[in-house]
């Protein structure tokens, strides 16, 4: 027992306990320094928060501490030799007091003025020339939190350099090799898992975001983070934004504007009714014979979404309706949020952590209740997260379905099949006070696509390996308005479908290329019929939004990027914006690839081979008057990290 305690892995074991102690007081510090800001802390939220700051702190500390622990485990003599542990003492003094308690310190003086913690843009982007001088201002200023960093440095120089003199727990060559690396390789792994958050193939790397899970609002995300974690997480998308400013900000105004000053009422049909949003995995517009009936004329299976199909022609049809991105993650902004992802998904971003007024937030102070369902792990690939921090009160994952109706419906791979999630989805909306509004997003149409064994031989193979998995989740669709089309909470809905992307499995030659390869399905959907047509204008998940929120009456003024499709006009019509190396945008019949300095091509939609450049002609001149409007409002908006009307 004594050799263990005396041994490399207990000396690292404990300076990175220490680390976590120290952050523990850093994090104290932050919330006495910017208590106006962030306010008392309830006891009942106490757990939340400590698990969100556990799960940061692990980040942070091996980010930094990383290289540390592979040089403590290396399975060599040379680790217990003086001058090796003397460097690896220096290691653990010099990078944690700099990126532990230097930049934690900081950042509760930096909140108090920017209201986000210290990320990459102000050490690889400051452009100030009087940095120093600003710095040595703020020392000045605040002379108890300096000798509190020096305590702190202080610390982990003394209780972290404690006498120890690592000794091999075992000598024998082939213990001492063999089981070193061991040890080193599980280090490794464990390392990696609490650097991601977790190990499952649902597992996103953590972000900024994920701070949202554990907090009610953003102030108190903001004191659950802690640095390293912020400065590295933000490396490549939290730099000093550059971009052209194309118009004066008065021409800029009356060309496009993300501002939505409601005037009337009047077009409000739908005031008072709950909205369900189903988001659907991977619904390309490819998959429905009413939106491509030339695809399906020679196929003996008359496309693969029949019951959405009938839902499109007993409602309101977006026949042109696309995808902002191609990922998941980039779905959730533009439909609950209206703010699109275009270089980086947005939830990936500091700005993550703006503030901003979303769907669910603004419903949610109209009196709505508010809930997001997803069949997957709680907290897995950020949705829950994103979500939390767009403004909804109850997430419902895999644990609570589990819960409820046991572990038999687990796909193997995603989370729980569509067709007994939606049912239980279901179950839960009759529990809701309404209104309500409700999110879900559906599993069951992505890889690896599989089906439950009970209904493979009922469905179609279909052209596309996904084609099954579409058929099936069109199908869970159906059980579920079967189900609850009595129920007098679904009278009173809204129904709205949209994908998040197309399905990465295509077989015509036009969903290859823009803007087919955005294209997917939406639809809005009320039983009474309330809402029936069809739109042929090029919209996007933007849109939903603002249009939801005039469907129900809002009258507050709003932020979007996209518009209110049946209360506001676009007197050129719609457009959809995408990115893929460069600009992307669909109107009319026109096509237009910008490359944020100039237009590179113009073509009409069915030129699918872009042999005839029509750029400079009026059509193409004045679409790329709009979406360079767009994206300097875009940029501008990332600048200044407020998604806010004012």
């Avoid at 934690?104 to 210290?118: E, G, H, M």
């Avoid at 980086?344 to 709505?368: E, N, S």
Wanted: net charge neutral; hydrophobic share 45%; charged share 20%.
């Amino acid at each position: 027992m004594k050799r263990l305690l005396g041994s490399h892995i207990a000396l690292l074991a404990w300076r990175l306990a220490l680390l976590y102690a120290v952050l523990g007081i850093c994090r104290a510090i932050f919330w006495a320094y910017n208590y106006a800001a962030i306010g008392p802390l309830a006891g009942a939220e106490l757990p939340a928060l400590a698990a969100g700051a556990l799960t940061f702190d692990t980040v942070s500390v091996l980010y930094a501490n990383a290289l540390l622990v592979a040089l403590s485990l290396v399975p060599l003599h040379l680790r217990e030799r003086r001058g090796w542990q003397r460097m690896l003492y220096l290691y653990y003094v010099v990078v944690n007091g700099l990126l532990v308690v230097a930049v934690n310190l900081a950042d509760a003086v930096y909140f108090r003025y920017t209201q986000k913690r210290f990320t990459a843009e102000e050490i690889f982007f400051a452009e100030n020339d009087n940095s120093l001088q600003l710095v040595g201002k703020f020392l000045g200023e605040n002379i108890p939190l300096l000798l509190a960093g020096a305590a702190l440095i202080a610390l982990l120089a003394y209780a972290g350099g404690r006498r120890a003199r690592p000794e091999p727990i075992c000598r024998r060559p082939l213990c001492y090799y063999g089981g070193g690396t061991v040890v080193l390789c599980a280090a490794a792994l464990l390392a990696v898992a609490g650097m991601r958050g977790g190990v499952t193939r649902m597992t996103r790397p953590v972000a900024l975001s994920n701070a949202t899970l554990y907090a009610a609002d953003n102030a108190r995300a903001n004191l659950i983070l802690s640095n390293p974690f912020c400065i590295l997480r933000t490396v490549g998308s939290g730099g000093k934004i550059r971009f052209e400013r194309y118009f004066a900000p008065e021409e800029l105004e009356r060309i496009y504007t993300p501002v939505h000053r409601p005037d009337t009422l009047d077009a409000a049909p739908l005031a008072g009714r709950n909205v369900v949003i189903f988001v659907m995995e991977s619904m390309s517009a490819e998959h429905s014979a009413l939106l491509h009936p030339e695809l399906y004329a020679e196929q003996p299976v008359k496309g693969y979404t029949p019951f959405l199909d009938s839902l499109m022609q007993a409602g309101y049809c977006f026949a042109r309706m696309y995808a902002n991105g191609t990922r998941s993650i980039q779905a959730l902004p533009a439909v609950l949020g209206s703010i699109p992802s275009f270089k980086t998904p947005f939830v990936l971003m500091p700005q993550a952590l703006a503030p901003t007024r979303q769907l669910p937030r603004i419903l949610r102070d109209k009196g709505y209740a508010t809930a997001f369902f997803c069949g997957s792990a709680a907290g897995s690939m950020g949705f829950g997260a994103y979500a939390r921090s767009a403004g909804i009160e109850r997430l419902y994952s895999r644990e609570d379905y589990e819960a409820k109706h046991g572990r038999g419906d687990f796909d193997g791979y995603w989370g729980i099949w569509d067709e007994p999630f939606l049912q239980y989805a279901g179950e839960e909306m009759g529990t809701l006070p309404e209104p309500f509004f409700a999110a879900l997003f559906t599993l069951s149409s992505h890889h690896p696509f599989v089906v439950p064994d009970a209904c493979r031989d009922a469905l179609p193979e279909g052209l596309t390996r996904n084609h099954k998995c579409v058929a099936y989740t069109d199908n869970a669709f159906r059980r579920f308005f079967a189900r609850y089309a009595g129920e007098a909470w679904f009278r009173r809905t809204v129904f709205v479908f949209v994908a998040d992307h197309v399905s990465s499995e295509k077989f015509a030659d036009a969903t290859r290329v823009f803007p087919d390869d955005h294209h997917i399905i939406g639809l809005l959907y009320t039983p009474d019929g309330a809402l029936r047509g069809r739109s042929d204008d090029a919209v996007s998940q933007i849109d939903l939004m603002p249009t939801l929120l005039g469907l129900v009456g809002c009258d507050e003024p709003y932020f979007a990027f996209g518009r209110d499709l049946f209360g506001e006009e676009a007197p050129e019509g719609g457009f959809a914006l995408a990115y893929d190396s460069g600009f992307e945008a669909v109107g009319g019949d026109r096509l237009l690839f910008f490359d944020e300095r100039r237009t590179t091509g113009s073509y009409r939609r069915d030129d699918l081979r872009r042999a005839h450049d029509l750029a400079g002609d009026s059509l193409s001149r004045t679409l790329e008057k709009r979406v360079k409007a767009f994206v300097q409002h875009y940029y501008d908006r990332l600048d200044r990290a407020d998604f806010t009307v004012e």
